[in-house]
């Protein structure tokens, strides 16, 4: 994550979703030390071949993973972050600035909805809505 100033001079914050993280690196390395094994004994393609197609799926899958727990963190960095001014909201005593709040974390919540489906987000946003 990185925070970025955008047109209006706020500050947001910037997530970078899908690029190779933790689970790339451990299978990468998991495959280096195959291949080095696979390297020092004899040629057999019943061996390679199955191998290879092991290797293409278990990146894959590492991708994915890397990008779901990037997904977990990013939603649970906007709904925290908005938990925190729905509190802060809530202890504020200048009417216009307990607004602002809750239309920044209103606004915090829409970008966590567009992820992922979660009721209790949906709840949250409908009753600012009311209010």
Known sequence: MKLTTNSSGET???FYVGVPGLMVALSFAVVVVATVYLLSIPFKWYIWLPYVIATIFG???ALKLDKVKQIRYMIYYLL???KKLL???DSEKDKEKKRE??????????KAQE????????????LIRKS
């Open 115 to 126: 992820w992922v489906y979660e009721p209790a987000v949906e709840a949250q946003l409908e």
């Open 87 to 89: 509190e802060k909201a």
């Open 101 to 110: 709040m809750i239309e920044k974390a209103a606004e915090w919540l829409e």
């Open 59 to 61: 990146f894959r899958i």
């Open 80 to 82: 925290d972050n908005s």
């Open 12 to 14: 947001e914050p910037v």
